[in-house]
């Protein structure tokens, strides 16, 4: 026993068995942390690459109407949900309140108060990014992905330990962006509504790092597409929740009623949402309980 305890040790990451850094190592997580904006700040000149591909001129307006989709509102919270965006300063703060809110838009202030909530919570980083410095006008993304190839932005200097804390940044950061680009080939192209998305633990266990780095590695960090500048997390598991699952399930049932759990299934996938048929009939019966609910209220208030 103590054998095999000594033998899961040793193939366990060194920089994983310690619990305090050294100055060097913890220099290296600080550098792959920072966005390209940032070092390219701190450590000039830069290396350019060619990505005049993908335009990347895009307001603080135009980078959360893009993510807007992956909340899973409906059509009505959705131009609510518009509505709030368009109404945020350049430093951040909303320029309406819940009520006004409210009354543009016949709903309840609480209802109001929750998608101001939603807005601000789930895009809050991208909010910070846009907004932090007034002199930035466009996000700078830090990976060029097409689907074809991934190119990570790169910066040169002479010295020797900086260098070194950049490539291992660069290489990181290439890795990660590879194995997303190569399950996301048909995403890349348009082909798929949502992306194929990944942990962070299991980023971390095909790459043979730990968890934390990669969430270092994926904060704060904008990678260019063929879509436009989409966040680095956007592929990292925040976006496909119940609720879009759901909506996806019962637009396929409105189409065609008789599809089974198992093509339902397959065309989920084909669109990028990884689900099992198992869910897709939990979720269909919990759809066909609400259609029931609803006409047991329908036909109540009827008098029927």
Do not use: W
């Not at 879009?244 to 637009?251: A, G, P, R, S, Y």
């Not at 065309?267 to 609803?294: D, F």
């Amino acid at each position: 026993m103590p054998n095999s305890k000594r033998n899961n040790n040793s193939q366990t990451p060194r920089l994983e068995q310690k619990l305090l850094l050294t100055k060097t190592e913890r220099f290296y997580l600080n550098i792959l942390e920072l966005p390209y904006h940032i070092l390219r700040e701190k450590y000039l000149p830069v290396v350019e690459i060619d990505d005049t591909y993908h335009p990347y001129s895009e307001d603080l307006h135009e980078v959360l109407v893009k993510l807007l989709p992956y909340l899973g509102l409906t059509d009505q919270e959705e131009k609510v949900a518009e509505y709030i965006i368009y109404n945020i300063d350049s430093s951040g703060k909303l320029r309406i309140t819940p009520l006004e809110l409210a009354e543009k838009f016949n709903i309840q202030v609480q209802q109001a108060k929750e998608l101001i909530d939603l807005i601000f919570t789930e895009f809050a980083e991208e909010i910070q990014q846009n907004t932090v410095n007034e002199n930035l006008m466009y996000i700078e993304p830090d990976i060029i992905m097409t689907p074809e190839k991934v190119e990570v932005r790169k910066i040169e200097v002479k010295d020797p330990i900086i260098a070194k804390a950049l490539q291992m940044r660069e290489e990181t950061l290439f890795r990660i962006c590879e194995e997303i680009r190569k399950v996301n080939e048909y995403f890349l192209r348009g082909y798929r509504k949502y992306p194929q998305i990944f942990t962070m633990r299991y980023m971390a266990r095909l790459l043979g790092v730990h968890v934390s780095t990669i969430s270092r590695a994926v904060r704060n960090k904008h990678v260019s597409t063929p879509l436009g500048i989409l966040p680095l997390r956007f592929f990292f598991g925040r976006i496909l929740n119940k609720k879009i699952v759901l909506q996806e399930i019962e637009k396929l049932l409105k189409l065609d009623s008789e599809l089974t759990d198992a093509h339902i299934t397959l065309v989920l996938k084909s669109a990028g949402i990884q689900i099992s048929r198992r869910t897709v009939n939990k979720y269909r019966r919990m759809l066909e309980t609400l259609e029931n609910n609803q006409e047991d209220k329908t036909t109540s208030s009827t008098g029927g």
